[in-house]
């Protein structure tokens, strides 16, 4: 458990599993690489990824739009009111909504049962609704700040029985919220994305906030429906939080979809939400927060925005449907054999349920993301065997929001099981996992990759931030033929120990086709001609995933695992230039809950020469 919140600080060759690894043992840097092809084929040219840039698209772009809408538009920017825009000699309507909105996407079932027993569950922890703090100031960890002030409990309970089930418990709760939050305030509550996020549940769900027979309720929540939107109007420009202003615009399009006289709210927004969308997504599609959470925030956005548009009697906007056409392949380049997601940038290992659910309902039908920039997570498959590597550097200090050390670490599962994972988690931090520990599992050491000594590659900062480390990541894939076999081929480097440390860390891994071998290589170069002099301590740490039992073997080169159904991948060190051996140690594992599971991990570690040095390593299946 100590490699949550620090990295930690070698020798016989086993000729059977390594007879061809050492012919990769004098890999180079990729800039030296460059003329030496690797197979036949052409490998793919290789791919410099420096700072994100946003998505520019010539056919991404607002809604048509005759003369008179623009201006209606420019007025409503200005402060001009909707009344006034739309009907200047009349009183302004009062606040109703126009349509009831029937959403695709359905909630947790559990935790809307969970509400109706009387308290929420909120990543494993429950907590009685008469007893949560409903108050803007109070202090909560963010998980129950999204679900409380985002009124992420809506969906969940919608999906908890019929509406007249339910209707007492949202009525209590929203009551309760309410009389805690009477007016806009700045604290938690009203941070643009949760405020977003709430105003855009108090819009698709209406029906079970505004059932009531007590008619002092009704009004105070129309009344709040209006007030919310209109701070929306206000405030989502001043945003600095990419992923709240893309919230921020799409609940506004909705209120303008759905509340009288909202036509000039909905054009003005409409052309906010076009151009939020290109600055919080790549050209690839991916998040330019690399956050799968964030990804997946957007995605149920687009769905849920799409339900109000057809509640209304009109089509959703070209634009939006082409961004959530992008967002989805990204998406599904993070899942593995189980149908859920991989452990990146904080996320836990969603459910596979409720990844379907979110794909099913985005009516997107695709495949997983091949053409990797920005999101950076590359994949490689063989038989039943799935990796993931994080190739690309970490998100900036704007896009990021749960960002962790994470360049350069893998993952890799065989069928329904995970063999090598990450932590994870650092964004369900606040429940059952203490939130103390946040910062630990967005280092290095709680990645499956190479860390120096007990430092991360990319400092890692309170809020969910990342100082300096790497800023530049090299990639380059290919296919190859070894023998009779076909072979996939990632390689990639990073420089964040370069200005520390004096040294680029690279990384090979290769995927047999029938997923039978996973061959790696971590390789530490010199970044200038005149290498340091000295010793340095490295850690090459190997999380296992929840129920691989290890072994280790008697020369302390490598061990067994056993995974859950009986499965044997055998893991053995090849050549290396420290002759580093292998421990095991504890560490934790978190699920798409918030649950925290406690797993091994595989360390190989010694001392090495401030010179370089390569390790060569193997993953074989044995059965």
């Not at 090598?420 to 050491?445: D, S």
């Not at 061959?519 to 995933?545: C, N, W, Y």
């Not at 978190?590 to 001392?607: E, F, N, R, S, T």
Request: net charge neutral.
């Amino acid at each position: 458990m100590d490699a949550l919140l620090s990295g930690s600080s070698d020798a016989k060759q086993s000729e059977d599993l390594f007879g061809e690894i050492e012919d990769d043992r004098s890999a180079l840097p990729l800039k030296d690489r460059r003329e030496q092809p690797t197979s036949e084929a052409d490998a793919e040219a290789e791919i410099p990824l420096a700072e994100s840039r946003a998505l520019v698209l010539s056919d991404f772009v607002p809604p048509k739009a005759d003369l008179t809408e623009k201006l209606i538009r420019f007025a409503y920017r200005l402060g001009v009111g909707g009344a006034v825009l739309t009907a200047p000699f009349r009183k302004p309507a009062r606040p109703r909504l126009l349509a009831t909105v029937d959403t695709p996407l359905a909630g947790d079932r559990v935790a809307g049962m969970a509400l109706r027993a009387g308290h929420f569950m909120i990543n494993g922890v429950k907590a009685p609704i008469s007893e949560v703090e409903y108050q803007s100031s109070s202090r909560a960890t963010p998980p129950f700040e999204r679900m409380i002030h985002g009124f992420a409990w809506l969906r969940d309970l919608v999906a908890a029985g019929q509406r007249e089930q339910c209707v007492e418990t949202a009525e209590r709760i929203a009551g309760l919220w309410l009389k805690a939050n009477p007016k806009p305030g700045k604290c938690a509550a009203w941070y643009v994305d949760y405020t977003a996020m709430r105003l855009m549940a108090w819009l698709v769900h209406a029906p079970l906030l505004l059932s009531s027979k007590d008619g002092n309720l009704r009004a105070d929540m129309l009344g709040a429906i209006d007030e919310t939107a209109r701070w929306l109007d206000r405030e989502v420009r001043r945003s600095s939080d990419p992923l709240g202003s893309v919230l921020g615009w799409g609940a506004l399009v909705a209120a303008g979809l759905l509340m009288p006289q909202g036509k000039p709210r909905r054009l003005y927004a409409e052309a906010g939400l076009v151009a939020a969308l290109g600055d919080f997504a790549g050209e690839d599609g991916g998040a330019l927060s690399r956050s799968p959470i964030a990804q997946m925030d957007v995605i149920a956005m687009l769905i849920d925005l799409e339900a109000c548009y057809k509640a209304t009697d009109r089509d959703l906007p070209n634009a939006f449907g082409l961004m959530r056409e992008l967002l989805v392949p990204p998406i599904l380049a993070l899942r593995h054999g189980d149908g859920a997601l991989g452990n990146w940038q904080g996320t836990g290992a969603m459910r596979a349920d409720r990844l379907a659910a979110l794909i099913d309902a985005s009516t997107v039908r695709t495949r997983p993301l091949k053409e990797v920039k920005h999101w950076g997570f590359h994949r490689l498959t063989g038989g039943n065997t799935i990796v993931q590597m994080d190739a690309a550097p970490p998100p900036r200090a704007k896009h990021s929001r749960s960002g962790c050390a994470s360049t350069l670490a893998f993952e890799m599962s065989d069928g329904a099981h995970r063999v090598i994972v990450n932590c994870g988690g650092a964004a369900l931090a606040g429940g059952l996992v203490p939130h103390r520990i946040e910062q630990g599992l967005r280092a290095t050491a709680a990645h499956s990759t190479l860390i120096l000594d007990n430092v991360n590659s990319t400092s890692v900062l309170l809020g969910g931030k990342l100082g300096k480390g790497v800023e530049q990541v090299e990639v380059e894939r290919s296919e190859i033929a070894r023998g009779n076999a076909e072979v996939q081929r990632i390689e990639a480097s990073h420089d964040g120990y370069a200005s520390r440390f004096g040294l680029i860390h690279r990384r090979i891994l290769m995927l047999r086709g029938d997923g039978s071998e996973l061959r790696g290589e971590d390789v530490l170069i010199p970044s200038t001609r005149k290498g340091q002099r000295g010793k340095l301590g490295f850690a090459i740490r190997f999380h296992l995933g929840r129920g691989v039992e290890a072994r280790l073997s008697e020369d302390q080169r490598g061990a067994s695992l056993v995974l859950p159904d009986g499965g044997l991948w055998q893991f053995r060190l090849g050549g290396n230039d420290a002759g580093a051996e292998v421990a095991m140690e504890e560490s934790m594992w978190v699920d798409g809950d918030g649950h925290p599971h406690a797993i091994d991990q595989l360390v190989v570690q010694g001392m090495i020469s401030r010179g370089g040095g390569q390790f060569s390593w193997l993953l074989k299946k044995m059965g």
